[in-house]
């Protein structure tokens, strides 16, 4: 029998929808979330996902600025332009699109950011709270897959999680959101011996390797949930994820597709968190 597929198209929609009703009482109270985003150069993937973000401001009723500079820009025009966003009243909310052109040093950048405005969750200081469990803005994609993985019904206290992968920007900071639901979490990469023996043993399997269908049926205990946090582009221009999803969906349990399930998700909680700092900001004042 074929596993649930869980949606996360709708569920982001259920989210946007709670988050547009949200914004528009903040509004009748004086404040309007406002989120700058900051693209340095051309990349065509970065072009789509900055249009993308822009037009979910929109959307949600946000004040937005989109910065468009040219590849040559300095990284000392760059920082200006960070400083003058961090002290700017009307924005509580700053991404910097990665990848930045070689010349520029990203951590510099991103270091330069105020923690308070970081709704990347990509700060030292923000990722240091995630650590100990303290209040922080949290990165957009792992706090995607947790709340995926709760509004499928699945409960996460008690359960063997395993995550492949161990980015800065997924894999690690998942695992550390995981446990933080009560999970056991068992950490797999590319360098790991054996790897289907451990996540054989997964309840919850969450894939963030960035190798096309790397997953397959034989990796997955009957019933798992599994998690595709994969977006690779194969040369027929088509998109696929991590797990190979027609064997896998065969033997796991809920699974969500690509694209279609974390993806939208990303941005959905991007714009959840910059909700988040326009109230702590507004509060502070
Ligand atoms: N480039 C690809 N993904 C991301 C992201 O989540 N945040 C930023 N700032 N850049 C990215």
Redesign the pocket.
């Known amino acids: 029998m074929s596993a649930a597929i869980i949606n996360g198209k709708q569920i982001s929609e259920e989210i946007r929808n709670s988050l547009r009703n949200e914004v528009e009482q903040l509004k009748g109270q004086g404040l309007t979330p406002g989120l700058a985003v900051i693209l340095v150069g051309e990349d065509p993937?970065?072009g789509v996902?900055v249009r993308n973000k822009e037009k979910a401001c929109h959307d949600l009723g946000f004040y937005s600025e989109v910065h468009r500079l040219s590849a040559d820009t300095t990284e000392q025009e760059l920082l200006a332009l960070v400083d003058k966003l961090n002290h700017q009243q009307d924005i509580h909310g700053i991404?910097?699109?990665?990848?930045l052109p070689p010349h520029i040093h990203e951590k510099s950048v991103i270091d330069a950011i105020s923690v308070h405005k970081d709704v990347?969750g990509?700060h030292p200081i923000n990722v240091g709270n995630l650590v100990i469990g303290d209040d922080s803005l949290l990165?957009?994609?792992p706090a995607g897959v947790i709340e995926l993985i709760k509004r499928a019904g699945v409960e996460m206290s008690g359960k063997h999680a395993v995550v492949i992968g161990r980015s800065n920007?997924v894999g690690k900071p998942v695992s550390l959101l995981l446990q933080r639901e009560n999970a056991t979490v068992t950490m797999c990469h590319s360098r790991t011996n054996n790897m289907k023996e451990i996540t054989k043993q997964a309840d919850i399997l969450v894939v963030a390797i960035g190798r096309a269908n790397f997953v397959d049926a034989s990796f997955v205990k009957p019933g798992a949930v599994v998690i595709d946090v994969g977006m690779n582009r194969l040369d027929n221009g088509k998109l696929a994820g991590d797990v190979d999803f027609e064997s896998v969906k065969e033997v796991s349990g809920p699974i969500t597709p690509v694209p279609g399930g974390v993806g939208p998700m990303?941005i959905t909680m991007?714009m959840q968190n910059t909700v988040v700092a326009a109230k702590r900001l507004h509060q502070q004042r």
């Open positions: 993937a970065s996902y991404l910097v699109q990665l990848p990347d990509f990165p957009c994609t920007i990303t991007l």
